[in-house]
C-alpha cells in the first residue's frame, strides 16, 4: 500500500475515534506497518498482514484506549507482542511514559528496531517472563494494559500487582466478557481491584466488537502476588 492511500485509511479511521493525526505519526504508523510485514516473514508477529486490516485491528483497536492516557503517566504493557497496544499509544501521545514488557527475545529486537527506526521517544522494552517483572516493579504504574493476553482473573494476577493504588488496569478483550468478569470476582478481592467501567465498543466501519474493561486498583496488592512463573494458569484463582 502506498502512503497516500494508507494516510487516507488511517485518517479516516482514526477521526472516527475522535483522534486526529499529524503528517509524521502517520508517517510513522507508515513504517510500523512495513517494518511488521518485513520481520513478518521472518518470524510470526501476526496473522493479519493485509494493509487495511493492520490499520483497523492493530492500530485503531489499540488507540481506542488513548482517552485513558494522560502526559506524564507511567503506562506498562504487559505481554505487548508486536507492540500493542503500547507503540500506536506512543506515537499518538509521547507525553506519557511507556514500558513494553515481553517474554520472547525475537520479538524484544522486533520492538527495538521499530522504536530506533521510527525515533520514538519515552518508550523502553524488557525481556521478562510478566511475573518476574511484577515481583521487581510492584506499584510503579499508573496504568497497566494488555491486549488478549489471558482470561481475566489470569490478566488481573500479573496486572494489578504493578500498579500503583488508584491506578488502573486496562484489559482490552473481545465481545464476550461476561463469563470472564464473573470468574475475576474472587481474583479482583484477593488483589485489591474493582471493575470500575466495561466500555462496550465496534471498530470502524466494520462489525468487530471489543470489550475494554478498566480496574480501578483500591487496595494493596498481597506481597505474594504476583506467584511464580506459571502459577497463575496452572492455579487460577476461581
Not at 4 to 30: A, P, V
Not at 144 to 149: E, G, L, Q
Amino acid at each position: 500500500m502506498e502512503i497516500q492511500e494508507f494516510s487516507k485509511e488511517l485518517k479516516e479511521k482514526s477521526k472516527s475515534i475522535n483522534i486526529h493525526l499529524e503528517d509524521k505519526q502517520i508517517e510513522k504508523f507508515y513504517n510500523y506497518m512495513n517494518l511488521l510485514l518485513e520481520w513478518n516473514e521472518k518470524m510470526n508477529l501476526t496473522a493479519i498482514t493485509e494493509p487495511k486490516e493492520v490499520i483497523l485491528k492493530h492500530f485503531i483497536d489499540s488507540a481506542t484506549i488513548i482517552k485513558y492516557i494522560e502526559n506524564g503517566m507511567q503506562i506498562v504493557d504487559v505481554g505487548t507482542g508486536a507492540g500493542f497496544p503500547g507503540i500506536p499509544l506512543n506515537i499518538i501521545n509521547s507525553e506519557a511514559s511507556y514500558t513494553l514488557v515481553d517474554s520472547l527475545n525475537k520479538r524484544i529486537n522486533f520492538l527495538n528496531e521499530v522504536i530506533n527506526s521510527l525515533q520514538l521517544n519515552n518508550i523502553n522494552t524488557i525481556h521478562s517472563r510478566i511475573e518476574e517483572f511484577g515481583r521487581d516493579n510492584k506499584e510503579s504504574f499508573d496504568i497497566a494494559t494488555s491486549r488478549a493476553v489471558a482470561s481475566l482473573n489470569i490478566l488481573l494476577e500479573y496486572l494489578l500487582p504493578l500498579v500503583k493504588i488508584g491506578g488502573i488496569c486496562i484489559c482490552m478483550k473481545g465481545s464476550n466478557v461476561k463469563e470472564e468478569i464473573e470468574n475475576s470476582k474472587k481474583a479482583l478481592d484477593v488483589l485489591g481491584g474493582r471493575i470500575e467501567k466495561i466500555e462496550e465498543i465496534i471498530l470502524p466501519n466494520s462489525d468487530i466488537r471489543r470489550s475494554i474493561i478498566i480496574v480501578r486498583k483500591v487496595n494493596a496488592t498481597p506481597k505474594k502476588f504476583p506467584r511464580k512463573p506459571g502459577m497463575a494458569t496452572k492455579e487460577p484463582m476461581l
